[in-house]
Every structure is written in C-alpha cells, then in structure tokens.
C-alpha cells in the first residue's frame, strides 16, 4: 500500500510532461523488490492487451511527424488495442491499464526522460549508457522492451530513444520498413542501432531483469576494410576472418563485374561498393535483422552477404544488383534487373542458373511469363524459382533483341499481353535446348529415427540457423543415437476456405530458408538424413485438414497457390541434397476430394526433385483411405491413434492398444505397397496421454513417467516389424532450454522419455 501511494504521487507529477531536475521524486520511483518475472508479465499483458503509444508533443512539427508513424504502428496492432496519444495528454489511468511504448528524445518526451533513470538504461544529451558501454554517435537509437513499468510493475513498458529526434525518426521509418511489430514475440528485450545497424541486442534475466550474457550480442567494430579490388572495398564482421580467403573472393567477384561493366558500358566507371561480410547467416541476421544469404542495399552502395564454407561457392550476384541500378537506372520490370544480375553470377546455387532453369521447364515447373513480368508476382514467388527464370528470360531476350537493343529497351519496357504471349512461346523454344540435365537416383535409406525438429526460438539466436540449433541437433545424433531430422518450417492460409498465397517464410526469426539449410547442413555434418516437411498453420482452434474450397475455380486457385510453395522447398531440397520431401501433412479434405489434383502435384514435383516423397497422413480415415500412396515411396502417417480409454490403463493395456494400431497401420501398408514411416507420433508429458494424443495439453500438471510409458511401448512394439522404416517423434526443440524440464509439452528433452529413446535408438538397425 504504501508503494501505491508513493508511485502514484511520483505519477502524478510526471503528467505535465515538462523537465525537472534529475533528483527530483519522480525520478526514484525505481523498483528493485517484488519484480514480476517474465512469465507474469507476459501473461498479465495478455489479460490486458491494450497498448498505449506516447510520443513527443513538445515541438509542433516533430511531434507531426511522430504521431503519423505511430499511426501507422496502430494501423499494424495486431491481437492488441492500441492508442496514441502525446505525453501531455497521459492519464494516471493510462498507467494503471495499458502497455505503455515511449518515444523520443531526453529533450522532447519530458516523459521519457523522468522515467529514464529507473530503468536499466541511461540517457544523457550526448550519449546513451548500457552495461558499462556508452555510445555517443548522434545516429544511436535505444529500444527497451517488455520490462516491467517502473509506475505499474505489472505492466510492460516499452522505449524507443535517440540522441536527436531526427535520427530517431528516420529510425521508426525504417522499423516501419523492414515489418517492426511493437510487443511482437520475437523482441528483444533491449537492443543499441547506429546508422540502422544493430550494434547490441540481448535479452534480461527472466526473473531477476538484470543482463543475462548467455543471451548478450555485442557486434561493435571495426568497419575498416580487410581487403580491395576494383571498386570493392571489403569489411568482415567476425575476427577470425581469412585475408587470403577474402582476397581470392574479392579477385573472383572482380572478375564477373567487369565482365559486367564490359557487357554494359566497357568505358564506364563502376561506382565504389562495400561489401559487408558475415561469419553465418545467424549474425548476420542478428545485427541487421535480415537473415538472406545475401542482399544488396541500394541506397547505401552496399553488399551484405554471409561468407563461409556453406555459402563459399554459392555467391548469387548481388553486387551486380548495386552495378546494374548506377548504370542502367531502375527498370520497370524487376525481372530484367535481377535476372541481368543472375545472368552474370556463374555460381548462382552451386550450378548456375541454367541448370535450375531447365529442369523447372523439364518437370513442368514453370512461371508464366505474365507472373515473371509482374512485380507485385514476382515480389511474392520463390527468388529460387522466380531468379533463375529471369536470368533465362533475360539470356533469351538478348540472344532474341541483340545486346544493343536489350540495353535500349531495359529501363523502360511493359509489353503489352500480346508481345507477352508471342515472347512466351519463343522463349520456351530456347529453353527446350538448354542442356538436359539427368536427375541422379536418390539413394536408398536406412531405418529413420529421429524427431520432428520445432523451430520453437522466434529471436533468431534460438531457432533453426543458430548455434543453439546445432547443440540440439548434434545431442539428438550423439547422445540420442538419432539419424535422421525433419525440419518443419511452416507458413498459413488466411482462412481454410478461401484460396490464398501461401508465403514462404523469409523474416529473420522464422523458419527462413537460411534456417532450414543451416539446420540440414548440421544434420548432414552428423551423418543424419533430412525430411523437409512443410507446414501450413492455419491459427488458433483450425488445423490444415479444415481446408476445403467451395467452388471448382477456387479447388484449382488452391492447387495453384500451395503448388507455387511447395514447388519452392521442393528445389531447395534439390540444391541442398536434402533426402526427403513431405509433400503435404493432415490435409483431410483436400486428400478425400481431389486425388488428381494432388497426383498432378505429385507429378511435376518427381519431375523437379531426385530425392524420396512422402505424405503425412492424419491417423484414422484418410491414413486409411489415401487414394494415391503408390505415387509416393514412402506411406506416411502421423499417428494420434489413442492407445486405450482408461485413464488408468496399465502397460498391458497399452500395449494391447497398441498392437491394434499397428494392424490398422500394417492393412494400410500392404494395400499402398509402400514402407511405412511415422512422420508424426508424440505424447505430452502428463497424466494420461495415451487417452488423446493429438490434443494440446492446456498447461496439465506435469508427469513425465506416463510420457515414458507410451514411448517404451512404441518402442518395444515397432522395432522387429520390416514393413516399418522409419519414425520421427513429434517433437524436438530448436534449443535445449526451451520451457525448462519439467513442462507438459510434447518434446521430450531432459525428460524420463529421453532415456527410452536413448536405449532403443543405439540398438534399432
């Protein structure tokens, strides 16, 4: 009680919004006991989920400018409310209720800087303080997320501050950007950017707020160049970078660009370009929150690329980007600037572009040349599919023009329909004399036994491209005895009845392709084999097998759009050698209705990919009832079946159970003609899993010993039948930390479970 009378006398005078001196009472509102833990915060926020947005009201025109971006962060609330006010019109009310976001600076949010000095970060005219750093550079940003709010600690309090208002409006712009999200589940909890880079970010302790090193990212350096040539400079952002590595690039990157130049303009000066090298697609992705292997930044004449043994030999022309744009302007077809670069990137994905070219036109694979011309297409498709396309259009249009008037026509060419159509057909011609490439055929593979592998870290040092996901990875190969993964990146619908394109995933934190192809490396580097399983996620209370299309016209705008994703991890896998594809898991309806439409998938797919297929059936009518298992090598089934319906069945009983499944599963197999695989089976760590194992379990109270249970008897049930080649237990976390040891969720880590599947992994073939 009398913290309350005291914060809210602090409160109140802080509501005028003018400046006072430092020491006055307001500014030793500071709680060191009784903090909520992270837990409590995060689940006091969403009771509440009303987020109040302060900006800075002392300058007229300023504060303009930062209600119109903090408007457009309104616009983009999403599972929230969210207000915007100026701090002169804050209420006491407002502090007791809602989330509060404080913008501005220490002289134009009077606010922000009262409030400054009981938080973990300091603010002075000139600099900014964190842990023991202060950074004095005019274009430095702060932010602070989600810690409790030193006027109602129940709350979070969010802050995003600079040393001038100019810099930090040009910040939130760029936030706007690149997609930021206030009170997203992939904040950090404090970060420092100069010049748009981050510098630091980090994460406090859960319980205790102070800094937790274990989670702390310091990237400032140097930006002095290690190497030059030509109109490159190049500057590695890691210690341990090789010179004479860097060099050969630089002299090998050289090489193209001048071919480049020559092909463009042989007298033209090409303009200075820095190339910013990254040890892994992680840190890359954690100082510029942009995970691409490689992008090219316009404005800055700048190349940002990850440059190490995966991506060594797969450099994919972006530098050429930055040349085209100063020598040629920008086009009004996206398709002729990127696909100009690609043209000249002789390693684009290991084997060029031709190669992936063909086989795409082989295996009826293509993009329309309408969808390649239109932007707003050619923005959303595959840049797999969608790059060596273009490079091949392009390669066509000069061989069809003739180099001069392709470089005439290049800025601002837009066919109309009919000059589309009469190039289209042309440009197959040329494709039909690309070079066949025979598919190699896929080896043979042993008994999988591995886990569905859960991109469950959405802060990018804790999902698929870190080395957290590396240490998960090589204990389910070392101390699991598991050899084979199933990577899982998802994406969604926006609802099960309506067709829609299907994204494929590319933010930093989420199951980027980056991820997927640094977990497959890692799990190849232990010998394992690698399914890629793409996801649909269709929301809360809605699985996939609720879709189901209305009309014939929108069954054939599904088919089309989950074709175009699918079609983008089926390449992947190809580049990278991944073993297996899983075409498709617990699509019920669509599976029960539309057999051809999935064999014509299925069709195209084989053409384009040498690897295994599978599909992840849900258990029950449609693992019973797939139309089309001979199209696939392998019958998939993710198995819910419950084991028996007394919450006190004995280990008999399971068993029993049991064995009745595995009839069901061996009629199926028989029928199909194919090797069956789980590619899903899992039980929650509670009391009686085997009752529902399909369902979520709703935060039940922990019991890891009737979990053990079931894996023993699948275990025990399944290792001497032939017919059975494979299982991937539902699920394993992206790192070992994930929701501590004892928790009810499915996975398995450091829990009874974990010993089960230790024993029979290291004696099953």
Known sequence: MLFYHYGLAALLSLLACTSSHPDSVAAKVLITNNMPTRDQLMS???????????????????????????????????????EVKPCSAVTPEDWRSKAILLIGTKQSNALLQRIWANIPMQLNNNAIVFDNQTYSDPATIAMLSFYPNPLHRNLPLSIVAGLSDEALLRFLAFKMEEGWRIFGWSSWNYEVYQQQKRLLLGMLHPE?????????????????????????????????????????????????????????????????????????????????????????????????????????????????ELIIRHLLGEPKLLALEQGLAIRFAPQWQFKGYRHWAQGLFASDNMLSLNDLLNNTMFAQESPLVAGC????????????????????????????????????????????????????????????????????????????????????????????????????????????????????????????????????????????????????????????????????????????????????????AEIWGIEMVCIGTELVKTTKTREQDWRALIRKLRGLYSGKLTYAANWGPEFEQLPFWDALDYAGVDC????????????????????????????????????????EIGFKSVQSPWLNPHEASGNAPYLGEHQRLCYEVVLENIHDKPWIRGIFWWKY?????????????????????????QQWFAKMP
Not at 212 to 237: L, R
Not at 739 to 748: I, L, V
């Open 640 to 679: 819910y079946y419950p084991l028996s319906d007394q919450p006190d069945a004995t280990k008999a009983d399971l068993n029993a159970g049991f064995q009745k499944v595995l009839k069901k599963l061996e009629t199926v197999q028989r029928k199909a003609g194919k090797p069956l695989i789980f590619t």
């Open 208 to 320: 205790t707020w102070a800094v937790d090193k274990k989670v702390h990212f310091d990237f400032s350096g140097s930006d002095a160049p290690v190497a030059e040539s030509g109109n490159m400079q190049f500057i590695a952002h890691y210690n341990n970078a090789k010179k004479s590595d860097i060099q050969y690039f630089a002299k090998e990157l050289t090489t193209t660009t001048d071919s480049l130049r020559r092909f463009i303009n042989p007298d033209a000066t090409l303009p200075p370009i820095r190339y910013h090298l990254y040890a892994s697609a992680e840190e890359k992705a954690l100082m510029l929150n942009n995970s691409a292997h490689a992008h090219a930044d316009f404005a800055a004449q700048e190349v940002h690329a990850v440059f190490n043994e995966t991506y060594r030999y797969n450099q994919i022309g972006k530098e050429n």
């Open 44 to 82: 006091n926020w969403r009771q509440n989920r009303q987020i109040l947005i302060v900006y800075a009201s002392l300058n007229p025109e300023t504060a303009a400018r930062y209600e119109q971006l903090a408007q457009q962060m309104r616009v983009r609330a999403r599972y929230a409310t969210l």
């Open 733 to 757: 976390p992206s790192y070992l930390d994930f929701r501590g040891a004892e928790n009810d969720d499915f996975n398995p880590n450091r829990k009874p479970a974990e010993a089960v599947v």
């Open 389 to 572: 396309l273009a490079a091949s259009f392009v390669d066509f249009l000069i061989e069809h023009w003739g180099q001069e008037t392709f470089l005439e026509k290049y800025a601002t060419w837009q066919p109309n329909n009919l000059e589309i159509n009469t190039l289209e057909k042309k440009w197959r011609i040329s494709l039909a004399q690309y070079p066949t490439v025979a598919k190699s055929a896929a080896p043979e593979l042993p008994y999988l036994k591995g886990f569905n592998f859960a991109h469950e870290g959405y802060a990018i040092y804790n999902g698929y491209m870190s080395k957290l996901a590396t240490e998960s990875i090589d204990k389910q190969a070392n101390t699991l005895h598991c050899n084979a993964l199933s990577i899982v990146p998802y994406s969604y619908m926006d609802a099960p009845d309506q067709p829609s394109f299907i994204p494929i995933a590319n933010s930093a934190g989420d199951e980027n392709d980056e991820g997927v192809i640094h977990s497959a490396l890692a799990a190849k580097a232990q010998g394992m084999a690698v399914m890629l399983k793409p996801q649909l996620w269709m929301g809360r209370g809605r699985w996939p097998g609720d879709v189901a299309m209305t009309t014939e016209a929108d069954w054939q705008h599904f088919f089309e759009y989950y074709h175009r994703w699918l079609r983008h991890y089926t390449l992947l």
